[in-house]
């Protein structure tokens, strides 16, 4: 497996980033930093599962929950000194990330117990392969998270 369409969808989240003159979110959205930490948490816990199967683990556990983290993102941007800093964490888990990727060969299609929800366009509860589940974050949860911010900057 390459990491190639992986860091496409990265691309388009930091263009929106680097873009910057980002508004207050909306009432129950997530503001610029807290879209920033909800990925850099997302990252963290992708890189804990890829590292699993890149061990040898036959199973591993991948849980995200769109509201779980609110208390948590809020703290990890006051930690990074905000939106700058987080980008840069960002970058660094990202990057970590696709390293893994492109070190996974045949462990991609090792099946991961898969618990993720995002509002009501994401929404998975079932065992898949790594894979699918990567591709899903590139297709899917990266672009999300990239029309947000694009949103908050319009």
Known sequence: MESGALRQAYGGVFAELDAGEFQAAPQGQLSAEQI?????????????????????SPFAYYELEEDIHRPQLDALAAEQGGLRGLTALLHGTSDRLCGLVDQ????????????????????????????RTLDLHSRVHLPKHQAQLHQLRA
Not at 113 to 121: A, K, N, S
């Open 36 to 56: 920033v930490a909800h990925l850099v948490a997302n990252d963290e816990l992708m890189i804990q599962a890829t590292e699993a199967l890149l061990a040898g």
């Open 104 to 131: 996974l060969g045949l462990a991609a299609e090792t099946p991961v117990e898969t618990h993720l929800r995002e509002g009501f366009d994401l929404v998975v509860d079932e065992s898949l392969p790594w894979s």
